[in-house]
C-alpha cells in the first residue's frame, strides 16, 4: 500500500538520491532527462509541487508538477490550440520517477490521478506532458489517464518527445 503527499524541503535527498538511480540505470537522454537540484527546489513549493508515493516510510516514486505560466517553455507554446491567456491555467507533469523494484505497481499512473486532485483545487484546467516515444509504459499511463497526443516534437536536448495534454474538470 502507496501513501502520497506532497514533498517539502526535507524530501530533498530523496528525491535527489531516486532521480540519480534512474539517471544512471536508464542512462539515455532519448528515454530520460534529469533535472537539476535548482529545478526541483523550485519546484517543491515556488512554481510548483512535488509529489511523493512512500512504502514503509520510504520514498519509492515521485512526480514533479509545474506550473510553466509564460515561461518560453510552455508546451502550449507547442501545440498551439490553447489561447496565451490560459498559459496561467496549465500544469505540466513534469518527472516521474519510480524506484526499480516497485515499478508494475501502477505508481506512475497513481502519481498522475491524485496530482490531478490537487490540480482541480488549485485553477488548471489543461494537464501537460512529454513522454519519449520509446517509453511505452510512460506513454500507457498518460493515455490511461485519457491524456491526449498532440504533437510529435524534439524537445531538451533536442530528443524527441510525444506532447499529450488533458482538460482538468
Known amino acids: 500500500m502507496y501513501q502520497f503527499s506532497k514533498c517539502n524541503y526535507n524530501d530533498l535527498e530523496d528525491i535527489n538520491r531516486l532521480m540519480a538511480s534512474v539517471d544512471v540505470e536508464i542512462s539515455n537522454p532519448n528515454i530520460f532527462v534529469s533535472d537539476d537540484e535548482t529545478f ?8 510548483g509541487f512535488i509529489l511523493k508515493a512512500m512504502s514503509d516510510d520510504e520514498m519509492v516514486a515521485f512526480l514533479l508538477v509545474r506550473y510553466p505560466k509564460d515561461d518560453p517553455d510552455n508546451l502550449a507554446r507547442d501545440i498551439k490550440t490553447i489561447d496565451e491567456e490560459k498559459y496561467e491555467h496549465i500544469a505540466h507533469m513534469e518527472s516521474v520517477v519510480v524506484a526499480k523494484d516497485h515499478r508494475g505497481n501502477n505508481l506512475q499512473y497513481k502519481l498522475i490521478v491524485e496530482a490531478e486532485k490537487i490540480l482541480e483545487n488549485e485553477h488548471i484546467e489543461y494537464s ?3 513522454v519519449s516515444p520509446i517509453n511505452k509504459y510512460s506513454l500507457i499511463n ?3 489517464a485519457d491524456y491526449v497526443v498532440t504533437r510529435v516534437k524534439n524537445k531538451y536536448t533536442d530528443v524527441k518527445r510525444i506532447i499529450l495534454k488533458k482538460d482538468i474538470d
Open 40 to 47: 526541483v527546489k523550485r519546484h517543491i513549493k515556488d512554481d
Open 142 to 144: 498518460f493515455v490511461k
Open 128 to 130: 501537460m506532458a512529454t
